[in-house]
C-alpha cells in the first residue's frame, strides 16, 4: 500500500472512520492511494460512499508567507490512474480543491492530509458545515508543517483532541 502514513497513523485513521455515524468519507490529499485505500475497505463494508480530491500533478501553490513548506510540484509521483485502479469504487476528483468539489452528501469523515495553508483552509471551510454530528475531520500535517497547523488553529484553536500518536481531528457536535 502506497502511504507515507505509517501503519500507526493509519490505524488511527480507520479506527476513527469506522465509528463516525452515516455519511460519505472524504479525503483531500490522495497521493498515491494508501490511506484512501483503507478508507476504501471501511467504505465498502459499511455501504459508504467515499470521494478523493486530489491534483495528481503534485502540489499546486505555494505562500511561504502562511508557513508553506511544500513547493509547486512536490509529491507529483503519483497519477489518477494508479489510484484508480487502487479504489476503482471511489469517486475521485482530480484538480485543485474546492474548484472540483461534487454534492456528497453528509460527511462522517474527512481526511485533510493537503500539506499547504491554502488547501487545509478551503478544506475546512468548504468541507466542515458537511459534517454531520459526531463526525470527525482528521488533519494529517498538524504540528507537522506550519502553514497546516495554522489553518487549523485559525478554525478550531490549538486544543484539539489527538491520536496517541499525535494527530489531531474535530469532532462536529
Given at each position: ?45 459499511q455501504d459508504r ?125
Open positions: 500500500m502506497p502511504s507515507l502514513l505509517n501503519n500507526e497513523s493509519l490505524r488511527y485513521l480507520a479506527e476513527l472512520a469506522e465509528g463516525t455515524p452515516a455519511g460519505a468519507f472524504v479525503e483531500v490529499g490522495v497521493y498515491q492511494g494508501g490511506s484512501a485505500e483503507v478508507l476504501a475497505g471501511i467504505a465498502e463494508r460512499a467515499l470521494y478523493l480530491y486530489d491534483t495528481f500533478t503534485g502540489i499546486p501553490m505555494y505562500e511561504p508567507e502562511n508557513g508553506d513548506a511544500h513547493r509547486i510540484g512536490d509529491f507529483s509521483d503519483t497519477s489518477l490512474e494508479s489510484v484508480r485502479a487502487l479504489v476503482p469504487k471511489a469517486v475521485i476528483l482530480p484538480g485543485i480543491f474546492p474548484g472540483t468539489i461534487v454534492d456528497m452528501g453528509p460527511i462522517a469523515f474527512a481526511h485533510i492530509d493537503a500539506d499547504q495553508y491554502r488547501s487545509v483552509k478551503d478544506s475546512i471551510a468548504y468541507l466542515w458545515p458537511q459534517i454531520v454530528p459526531g463526525g470527525v475531520m482528521l488533519f494529517d500535517d498538524y504540528k507537522c508543517l506550519d502553514g497546516a497547523t495554522r489553518a487549523v488553529a485559525e478554525t478550531f484553536g490549538y486544543d484539539l483532541p489527538a491520536t496517541p500518536n499525535g494527530k489531531v481531528y474535530a469532532i462536529k457536535g
